[in-house]
């Protein structure tokens, strides 16, 4: 029997929690032992407004901006400008050094900002291609056909998070990932 490895993308609609999933998911794996690396982006509020969002590396701690109001250049989506530099110098770089070295390699969030980046779609894809446990978020409505290629991928499996189900998925997910890896270790 082949054993596809382990590719989970939580989706679903804004605001719904994946991104807090997946912090649990990560926050767990990381007791258990994983190695984990990888990027993830949280919104930053000023005032009880939305201003942007910021990237952080998982395994150095870097930070930087993804996408801002008051940037003056770069592609921009609605009110924000993506920052294409702190993208790739931080998130791609999060993503490659992950394949290459974590056991668990997340990205947060494969969506419209981050498409931007013609090295973030390279990163995403080298990480899909690698034999290792991918986790992460991926933009629920995205019609690009980089996101419907990733979607309709027979080694990944999308998960929609709910107001019902968020709460009891970051236990599903870790349970799934260490299935994996254990069955990877006595079949090596």
Known sequence: MVNLRTVIFLTGRPGVGKTSVLLKAVEELRKKGFDIGGMISREVREGGSR??????????????????????????????????????????????????????????????????????????????????TVLGTIHYRAEDPFVVAIKKR?????????EANRDQLAELIVRQIREYQDNRQSEG
């Not at 027979?154 to 709910?162: A, C, H, M, Q, R």
């Open 51 to 132: 201003v942007g969002f910021r990237l952080v590396d998982l395994h150095t701690g870097k930070e930087g901006w993804l996408a801002r109001v008051e940037l003056q250049t770069g592609p921009k989506i609605g009110k924000y400008r993506v920052c294409l530099e702190d993208l790739e110098s931080i998130g791609v770089k999060a993503i490659r050094n992950a394949t290459k070295k974590a056991n668990v390699t997340v990205i947060d969030e494969v969506g419209p900002m981050e498409l931007f980046s013609q090295a973030f779609r390279e990163a995403v894809t080298e990480a899909l291609n690698s034999s290792e």
């Open 154 to 162: 027979k080694d990944v499996k999308i998960v929609e998070v709910t």
